[in-house]
């Protein structure tokens, strides 16, 4: 809807030193060569292999991929219904063809937050460790479910087994290390994201670059340079190694991780950028901090949708589905909205409460969403986690349970396949120490949903 399309402007959406990297060196990669150049350079063309018959036509790939994708799926379901009687047939492959289509068109709406029950405190598994002696800022998890990632104001990140609720492995950034253009003393993590196949972790700090590792024989690959202050948020393209960040600058930067390489930078914040997400699409969403405004940035259009309605400085967004999305801010509101309205659906006045020391509502410190579903989890420091369940085409919101968390909630994050929730619980916000909270023990909350089959 063009009555909040912001078009680019050189304050608002400038692309200052666009530098296509990665499509430079795939253009380099493609350069036709002629046949006077083949003939030169002592090429022969071999009729026998160039033959219209052996050369695969690209309606005989789309057929080959097709088969493939079809094989995956089979075996995915197989593996699912492997402990049932069940057996894999035309109408259960149909369904899940018609799921991933919606999906990707962000058109999918799974209705199932009335199947989760409350969850007794006495099955939520505390995890600890001694590399994070200071505040836990952020984690992601991985695709499979299999592993979580931590970043702690140390300056370290600890990779955890879901599975055995154990640490597993952790690195810093620290010259001890000898990494290569690496801080001399550990940073503040501010920020962790992975991507889908696990081939990439990347780490934003206080130092102003992004880490990229390994995650699975945590080695250090690289550094993406370009912030001019702390990294404050990471997002991956769902499917894809395409990077978005954002920074204590006002910017949002886009990156190649094929290629390492920095894409371009888009403005239009007035002040420090405090969250950022994506899914499938070239887009991503920021949250603006004290400016009060969210942005959906639609890369391939070159333009942003603006959206207003907090009171309070905004710390956190994510999205529910390609089409609507979630965020709280310090002045205690939960707001859900839709792309398409520059207004919010719905909001929740004082979600966690009234802060009794100064009668100020209780700050929205993070908030999730089961990814393309009606269940969303939001966090504060009032010492609960709470979930709830948005009904009426997203119009309202209903509170579902909640579950205790002592400290200050930075940041938390659905399994996909909805079985856990994990929470990171800390003395003191992730971005300051406006109040602390000495009686929380810095730790993992892994919460068992329990769900109605």
Not at 284 to 312: M, P
Not at 334 to 348: G, R
């Amino acid at each position: 809807m063009s009555f909040f399309t912001k078009a680019k402007s050189k304050k608002e959406f400038t692309r200052q030193n666009r530098k296509r990297k990665a499509t430079e060196v795939v253009q380099e990669k493609n350069d036709e060569i002629t046949s006077s150049e083949d003939e030169a350079n002592g090429i022969t063309e071999d009729s026998s292999l160039t033959s219209e018959e052996e050369l695969e036509t690209a309606q005989e790939k789309k057929l080959r991929l097709a088969k493939v994708y079809l094989q995956e799926i089979e075996r995915e379901e197989r593996r699912r219904l492997e402990n049932d009687n069940e057996e894999i047939g035309d109408d259960l492959i149909q369904k899940r063809l018609k799921e991933d289509y919606l999906k990707q068109t962000g058109k999918l709406r799974l209705t199932i937050a009335d199947k989760y029950t409350s969850v007794d405190n006495s099955n939520i598994k505390i995890l600890k460790c001694k590399q994070h002696r200071k505040p836990i800022t952020c984690l992601c998890i991985t695709s499979d479910n299999n592993f979580i990632f931590s970043g702690s104001k140390d300056g370290i990140v600890v990779k955890w087994s879901l599975n055995d609720f154990k640490k597993i492995g952790h690195f810093s950034f620290s010259a001890k290390n000898s990494i290569p253009n690496s801080p001399d003393y550990p940073k503040p993590i501010t920020s962790v994201a992975i991507s889908s196949d696990s081939k990439f972790l990347a780490v934003g700090d206080e130092s102003n670059n992004i880490h990229v590792w390994d995650p699975q024989s945590l080695k250090y690959l690289n550094v993406l340079r370009g912030h001019r202050k702390s990294v404050t948020g990471l997002s991956f393209k769902k499917e894809s190694h395409t990077l978005y960040s954002c920074s204590a600058d006002k910017s949002v930067k886009v990156w190649s991780l094929d290629d390492m390489a920095y894409v371009e930078t888009l403005y239009g914040h007035h002040d420090k950028i405090t969250a950022i997400d994506s899914l499938y699409r070239d887009r991503a969403i920021t949250a603006g901090g004290s400016d009060c405004s969210l942005r959906i940035w639609k890369i391939a259009e070159e333009s942003q949708l603006i959206y207003n309605g907090h009171s309070g400085n905004l710390d956190c967004v994510k999205l529910i589905n390609e089409e609507n999305f979630l965020s709280g801010a310090d002045d205690g509101q939960l707001c859900v909205w839709s792309s398409m309205k520059k207004k919010p659906l719905c909001t929740i006045k004082d979600a966690h409460g009234i802060d009794e020391n100064n009668e100020q509502p209780n700050w929205i410190c993070s908030v999730t969403a089961l990814l393309n579903t009606d269940l969303v989890a939001s966090g504060s420091y009032d010492g609960f986690i709470r979930f709830w369940k948005l009904d009426n085409n997203f119009r309202s919101i209903q509170p579902l349970f909640s579950v205790t968390a002592n400290g200050f909630v930075n940041s938390m994050e659905f399994t996909s396949d909805g079985k856990f929730l994990v929470a990171c619980a800390s003395t003191e916000h992730k971005f300051g120490r406006w109040n602390v909270i000495k009686s929380s023990k810095i730790s993992l909350v892994i919460v068992p949903l329990n769900k109605i089959s």
